[in-house]
Each structure stands twice: as C-alpha cells, then as structure tokens.
C-alpha cells in the first residue's frame, strides 16, 4: 500500500508542477487569462466530508465487530458519493463560468484543463476508493475484513491529504499574479 500511495503522491506531484510550469510559460508569453473566475466556494465543503470519511474508516479500520466496519463503509460510501456530487457541481459551475467568460484563446483553454486535470486526477481516484470501500463492505467479516480496512482507510486518508493539497494548488494556479 506504501508503495501505492508513492506512486499516487507522484502523479499527483508531476500534475500540478505540470499545470504550474504552463501557466509560468504562458504568463511570460502574456497569453494566461488575467481574470478567471474564482474557484466555486462549495469546493470546500469537500473538505469536511473527506475528514468525516477518514473518521469512518478509522473506526473501521480499528473495529473488531464485522458489523461495525460494514456500517462505516456503507457510510464512508455515503460520503464518497456526497465529495462526488460536490466536485461534479463544482466542476460544471466554473467551466461554465469560463466558457462564458472567455474566448476560446489557448491561455484560458489550458486554465480550465488545469482545473479538470487536478480535480477530475483525484475524482478518478475518489471513484476507485468507492470501489474499495464496496469490497470493504462485502468482505468486512471475512479473514482479510481488517487488513483491507487498514488499508483503505490509509488510501482515503491519503486521498484527504491530496485534495489539501490539490485545492491549495488550484487557488495558487488559477488566480491572477499580483
């Protein structure tokens, strides 16, 4: 799972020095976009709902009762299709936005690709941790229920942090430079 989540860490790493590297190349070419539009504020109610997630699969993850770890899962699914909804609100607001905003010029092209990489990168993502916390719910009272709990609950701790990250870098990217 360490392993796992390395290579996660990386590929989330290389996005956003990636979408960093083009603004800073289109900036000195004067063709970045001088006033997108803000982030949608409702992207940071994601946040709670990630930390509500890593609290459910803690308690999973440190249960020792099979029917415990499946009503955490069954509710950390819950969340995961709420950060879902959210992120596809979110996400259908500021394209919007921009493509009423803007002309299709390249710089505010790559502006709304940096946008849907980052978040649709991690909303992948957020999508297999569905499938895991599925598992997690099917096979919570077989042999393996608490070593799969420990790792899932890792892999959408992980997920938490990342999206921290993630919003931060949006917020860095898509706002003009001072």
Sequence with gaps: MLLFLASLGALFAASVIGCGWIRVQLEQ???WPDAL????PVL???LPVLVVISVLLHRAA???APGVVRRMADRALAGGAVFVAIQAFAWRSWTGHMSASFEIAEGARLASTAFGLLS???AAHVLG???A???LRRSAAGPRGSALARSVAAYWHFLGGVWLVLLVAMLA???PAV
């Design 44 to 46: 940071f109610l994601t």
């Design 173 to 175: 990217l898509l706002t």
């Design 129 to 131: 941790g569905l499938v």
């Design 120 to 122: 649709g990168l991690h």
């Design 62 to 64: 440190t249960a020792t």
């Design 29 to 31: 070419e004067g063709a």
């Design 37 to 40: 539009p803000a982030l949608p």
């Design 133 to 135: 916390l599925l598992l």
